[in-house]
Structures are given as C-alpha cells and as structure tokens.
C-alpha cells in the first residue's frame, strides 16, 4: 500500500470510460451494468431514503476480476463502493455518483468447511446463514446471527462487524474471523491476520473488521465455526413493564448466567410483530423477554430454574417454554421480524442503533419515553437487552408536513441520550453515510484526526468508500484546519501526515 498522495482528484466521465473499457476486458458482460435503468436497482440499500446512482456497476466472478476493478479504479482515481446484499441500515453501501459500485453476490462459493479445526473459508457473496447450512451437518455453525442473516452477506458483515441476538454470549463477527484475503485500494491483494494464534505485529485484520469498505474490499474470509449445543431451550416472558423486564435481564446477568440471547420488545413493538407473524406474544404484556439458555442439558437444567424463577421476582406475569422448534422459530420469528414488522403499524420509521451499559437501561428507557411524550412521536423498542443494543424505531408518517424532520429530532436525541450514558452512537448497524454527522459527538477532531491517519495508511487517494463514516472527508495530505502546525501525535513522534 502506498504512502504518499497528492489531494484525491475529482473522478469525471473520462475517468468512468477509462474504467469500463479496463472493466470490460476482465469481466464477462453480464458482470458489468451501465445501463441507467438497471443501474439504479442499485441505488440504496437497507437505508432507502438515501438514493444516489452510480455510474457503473462490476459484479466480479473472482477474486482476480475484482482485483483488476480496484487497480483500474485506482488508476483513474475513480472511486468505488463494495456492496454485499444490500441489507445495511447505515448507507454505507450508497453508491458514489462518479463512482463504481462493486457487488459481490456472483462470489457465493463456500470453499471449505473444515471440522477438524472449526472453521470454513467462504467468499464475500456468501449469505451468513448459508455458512451455518453448511456446517451443521458436521455439528458446527457460525455463531454472529444479524436478524438479517437469511439474505445479508459474510463480507457486509466483515464490514460491519455485525451482531445479533447470540453475540451476548458468543460476541461479535469480530470475534469470529481468523484471517481474510482483502484488495488494497491499489489493488494489491493481502492476506491479513493468520490462522496461527497471536500473530506478532499490528492487528491490520482488526483494523478491517468494522471499517465498512473504507479500507478495501474482502475477497475470502476464513471463519470459526462453534459446535451446535447440546441443548437449547428458549423461554418466552410477559412483564407488564420495561422496568421489570430490564431488571430481569440485569438479575439474571448478575447471577453469572450468561444466557444465548436475551431480546427485549415493549409493548408497540409486540403489537406490531403479533399484527405481522401471530406470534403468541402475551396478551397485555408491556414487555416480552425471549431468553435462550444453550449447552449441556445439565448445565442449561441448572440455569433455567434460576432464570424462572428471577423473572418471577421480578413480576413477570407469564413465563412460555418453545415445546419444539417449530414453537422456538415462531417465538424468534416475532423478534427477528420487528423491523419489518413496524410497517403495519407506522407508515415510516426510523430504525435507530444505539448502545447503553447494560445497568442503565431501565433509566435510559424510561428517558426515551419522556422523549417520545414532549415531541408526540412515537417510539417502538426493540433490543438486544443483554448487551445493551438498544433499537428504537421511531414512527413517523412522511405525508404530514415536518413529522420526518421531528422523528429525526427524536431520533438524534436518542443517540445523544446513550452517549450521556457512556454508550455508543452504533451497537451493530455502523456509521455508514447516515452517521457521519453524529461522529463529532463521541469523538474529538483528535480523535477523528487519528482515525483518518488510519484511513490514509491504507487508502491515499481517499477512493475506498469515500464520504461514508467520518463527518467531513479529509483528504490523505491536508493538514486539518484547526491545527495550524503540526498535529500533536506528529509532535510526539507517533503519527505522520502523508
Ligand atoms: C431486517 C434487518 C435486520 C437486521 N438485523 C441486524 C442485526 O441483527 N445485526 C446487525 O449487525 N445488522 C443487522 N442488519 C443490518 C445488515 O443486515 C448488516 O449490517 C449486514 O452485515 C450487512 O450485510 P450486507 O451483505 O447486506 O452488506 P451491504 O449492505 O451490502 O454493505 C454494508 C457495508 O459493508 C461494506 N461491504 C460489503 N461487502 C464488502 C466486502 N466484501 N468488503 C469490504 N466491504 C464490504 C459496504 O461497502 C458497506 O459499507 C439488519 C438489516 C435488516 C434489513
């Protein structure tokens, strides 16, 4: 990766040609869009009120055709944007107008699933669930579970360092790669981290993980499987408030239980859900739980009578065990279809990510619904309650003057609210282009200024998903305007401008 760059140019439709012309050599026709009307299938993502059309479109078969895509792009100094499904809630697969969008959904192959040391090597394109398909008949599967997994890929979650109901206990997609083949923006390919455990040196694969294409495009991933439990069992909860819900969760934690999953809705996000899956949520509930205990039947036996019976300390009112796994699908239908589920009761919604300390969380709900009272918007909550991961969706109808700007409003201030709690402005959704604006609220330009010396590293000439995740692009060489000498991480010697 080079180190030195001149400001980023400005991309244009010489560049564009240039790009296709090289395009076309390497990747069959139908791997490459340039059609207006086809083009703009591409235009969003999971985040649909922000739009832009690219100008080109390369779905690469291969590693090498991407590759080829990347070291045009560079040479033209065209930028390009890597897109896996599509699911992100963040925009951070918005295309670029001047830019290419690469996807990568012909690169699908899972290429091993090796039991003998739990892992499976699979190319970006690969649905998440489709890896668990694959594994289970060894009696593995891949733990991170985005309620998206049915449709979202291995690379958007490499990117994202996506979560889901089961990273409580099993932690996040970071927590599951071992190492990943990745094109450079100058198209160098890499492999980075090693199956080897502590490799020595910088972490680079870590610095990837989470970096939402800023960084480069991963081609390969090579995950860790974990072995299917013994036994699992999946208890549905009725509380009559959020308060009590919260305080289950917290006892429960605090017992040193640490259960698969513990997933919270209030009483809007169950009255959507039931509209949409009839999923047998309780009647009159102000709150549900769904708690899944997983392991040895000894250890989960144990488990479960204490997490009975500290749900019933804490008022729960009706405590529902799945009888099969038909009934444990149903009950995880309703909270895996939340999101979605929200449209029959709002015509729009916000679909918020933030993250509190666990400790706080009967506080900060009770702070979003004073929000959701003075403002008049409504607020459906539905979150990873072990962890923290709050997802408040924010209703609003966009065919009544000033009701978008207010959800925004509410939903900013909901962000504010988890940062006032030491929390994060994104649990699992990421920054993306719709977070951006936000970053200056938990960071300093210090620390902004650090995280782009990162960027820089990797990325000179500023063409890997450019615009998306810091407030304000700075480009590699531009020496921030508040510091009118040299930065103080120069100063000390640890950092360098290029
Ligand atoms: C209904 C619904 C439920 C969801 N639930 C969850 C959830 O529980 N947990 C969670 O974490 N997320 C969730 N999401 C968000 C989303 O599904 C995840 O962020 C997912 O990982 C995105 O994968 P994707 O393939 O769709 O990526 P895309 O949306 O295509 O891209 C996401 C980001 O990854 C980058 N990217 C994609 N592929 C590559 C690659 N090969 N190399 C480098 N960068 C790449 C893109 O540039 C972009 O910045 C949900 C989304 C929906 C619609």
């Not at 792009?73 to 992100?88: F, I, L, N, W």
Request: net charge negative; glycine share 10%.
């Amino acid at each position: 990766m080079a180190a030195t760059a001149p400001a980023a140019p400005v991309s244009d439709a010489a560049g564009i040609r240039a790009v296709t012309e090289a395009v076309r050599r390497v990747v069959p026709d139908e791997g490459v869009i340039s059609d207006r009307t086809r083009l703009r299938t591409y235009e969003c993502d999971g985040l649909a009120h922000h739009r832009v059309t690219p100008a080109l479109v390369v779905i690469p078969e291969d590693a090498e055709q991407l590759a080829a895509v990347v070291r045009a792009c560079a040479e033209h100094r065209v930028p390009y944007v890597a897109r896996g499904s599509g699911t992100g809630l963040s925009g951070g697969a918005l295309p670029h107008a001047e830019g290419v969008l690469v996807v990568t959904s012909r690169m699908r192959a899972i290429t091993e699933v090796r039991r003998a040391d739990q892992r499976a090597v699979v190319e970006p394109g690969v649905i998440n669930l489709d890896v668990t398909r694959a594994a289970t008949p060894e009696g593995y599967y891949f733990a991170p579970d985005p309620s998206s997994q049915q449709i979202c890929s291995i690379g958007g979650n490499v990117a994202e360092n996506s979560g889901g109901a089961h990273c409580l206990k099993y932690g996040f997609t970071a927590h599951h790669v071992l190492s990943a083949d990745f094109v450079a923006p100058d198209g160098e390919h890499v492999t980075l981290g090693t199956t080897a455990p502590d490799a020595p040196g910088y972490d680079l694969l870590g610095a990837v993980i989470g970096s939402e294409g800023t960084l480069g495009v991963v081609t390969s991933v090579t995950v860790k499987l974990t072995r299917l439990p013994q036994e699992v069992r999946t208890l549905l909860v009725g509380f009559p408030s959020t308060d009590q819900a919260g305080a289950a969760t917290s006892a429960i934690i605090a017992t040193g239980i640490v259960p698969a999953a513990i997933e919270m809705m209030d009483e809007l996000a169950i009255e959507a859900a039931e509209a949409a899956t009839a999923c047998g949520y309780p009647d009159g509930a102000g709150a549900v739980l769904v708690i899944e205990l997983d392991g040895s039947v000894h250890d989960v036996e144990a488990e479960f009578d204490d997490v009975e019976r500290l749900c019933g300390e804490h008022g729960s009112f009706e405590q529902r065990l799945a009888t099969d796994p038909v009934d444990r699908a149903l009950i995880w239908k309703g909270r895996k279809s939340a999101f979605a589920a929200v449209g029959r009761i709002s015509p729009d919604y916000i679909v918020q990510d933030g993250v509190i300390p666990r400790t706080a969380l009967g506080e900060v709900l009770g702070e979003i619904a004073e929000l959701s009272r003075s403002s008049g918007v409504r607020v459906a909550n539905v979150f990873h309650a072990g962890d923290g991961n709050l997802h408040p969706l924010v209703l609003f109808d966009d065919s009544v003057e000033g009701a978008g700007e207010a959800a925004e409003k509410v939903s900013g201030a909901i962000l504010d609210l988890c940062i006032k709690h030491g929390g994060s402005i994104t649990g699992e959704h990421g920054v993306g282009t719709d977070k951006a604006k936000y970053m200056p609220r938990m960071y300093s330009d210090d620390d902004l200024d650090t995280m782009q010396l990162v960027r820089c590293a990797f990325d000179p000439h500023g063409i890997s998903n450019p615009g998306k995740l810091f407030p304000t692009p700075r480009l590699c060489g531009e020496v921030p305007g508040r510091h009118k000498g040299a930065h103080p991480l120069q100063e000390a010697g640890l950092a360098e401008v290029f």
